[in-house]
């Protein structure tokens, strides 16, 4: 099993699709289901390392990411979701701060 690069609460840019997010969980390894893999993952990233849950930039969806897709967002602003509140209380040094514990 790989360590995460990213964390939660950090901006990010999907090299493929060209969208910027900010993470809000992590899984060490694939957690979908196969059928949604088989569906979804067109590059087949590769499931025995991290995937990252993303709130969209400008949207009101989020998206589950490989990690091999994703990297550091050069913009460094917030992000504009309709979620962001629910689960980070501010935005400082180009980084979201989470609103309580983490399970």
Known sequence: MT???????????HRLF?????????????????EWYEQVAESRPPKDQPW?????????????????????DAEQTPVKHPMVDSFFQSFEQGKYQLQGPVN
């Open 52 to 72: 990252y849950r993303v709130l969209v930039d400008g949207a009101s969806h989020e998206t589950y990411v490989a990690e091999r897709h994703l990297e550091d």
């Open 3 to 13: 360590e995460a690069r990213f964390s939660i609460g950090q901006l990010i840019h």
């Open 18 to 34: 060209d969208y910027r997010g900010v993470i809000v969980d992590i899984d060490p390894v694939f957690m979908g289901s196969d």
